[in-house]
T-cell receptor
């Protein structure tokens, strides 16, 4: 059974720092991987989706990389801002046509001014 | 923009009540999902549906049922609510294996 682990569980950084969030998965036979953001008490918002054939995806200050063979993905946030404070979750799609995902537990990020 | 709408942000129900949680999406997605989210346990899949009237059990279907009579609407039913079903419920939809879109969630309290 696929297991997704995110390290660290929580991270606190000063504004302006570049930071990396980590995600690992046990079965490398994935179709794609998504990174989500969740604000307290809200739903999840998809940030980036990386196909298994891709190495990275970028959106603004966010860059996600994927190393499928080693079962790892990273989310890089450049020049962090207090508004980036949220929980970040990664999730893998193992290839079912239904879009069913397996989620990690998330990393709680706090960016302080 | 894709919109996934959950009918209630907060609900308070009594033990034993029948509870309906409604979810509507406006992007003609064939796949719809119900998750619950609890501190320390993360997101857990309850049920999903890949077409009208089609449903599949997720990881924790016990105590729940679902209904999908129209493509845009997916309902989660708690047949007899219990206190251990107090949770945040999240609906999501997608086309194929594309990005997953979530609603804003329903915080359900069962007293």
């Amino acid at each position: 059974k696929q297991e997704v682990t995110q390290i660290p569980a929580a991270l606190s950084v000063p504004e302006g720092e570049n930071l990396v969030l980590n995600c690992s998965f046990t079965d490398s036979a994935i179709y794609n991987l998504q990174w989500f953001r969740q604000d307290p008490g809200k739903g999840l918002t998809s940030l980036l989706l990386i196909q298994s054939s891709q190495r990275e995806q970028t959106s603004g200050r966010l860059n996600a990389s994927l190393d499928k063979s080693s079962g790892r993905s990273t989310l890089y946030i450049a020049a962090s801002q207090p508004g980036d404070s949220a929980t970040y979750l990664c999730a893998v799609n193992e290839g079912t046509s239904y879009g069913k995902l397996t989620f990690g537990q998330g990393t709680i990020l706090t960016v302080h001014p | 923009d894709v919109k996934v709408t959950q009918s209630s942000r907060y609900l308070v129900k009594r033990t034993g009540e029948k509870v309906f949680l409604e979810c509507v999406q406006d992007m003609d997605h064939e796949n719809m999902f119900w998750y619950r989210q609890d501190p320390g346990l993360g997101l857990r899949l309850i049920y999903f549906s890949y077409d009208v009237k089609m449903k599949e059990k997720g990881d924790i279907p016990e105590g729940y049922s679902v209904s999908r009579e129209k493509k845009e609407r997916f309902s989660l039913i708690l047949e007899s609510a219990s206190t251990n079903q107090t949770s945040m419920y999240l609906c999501a939809s997608t086309r194929g294996r594309e990005k997953l879109f979530f609603g804003s969630g329903t915080q359900l309290s069962v007293l």
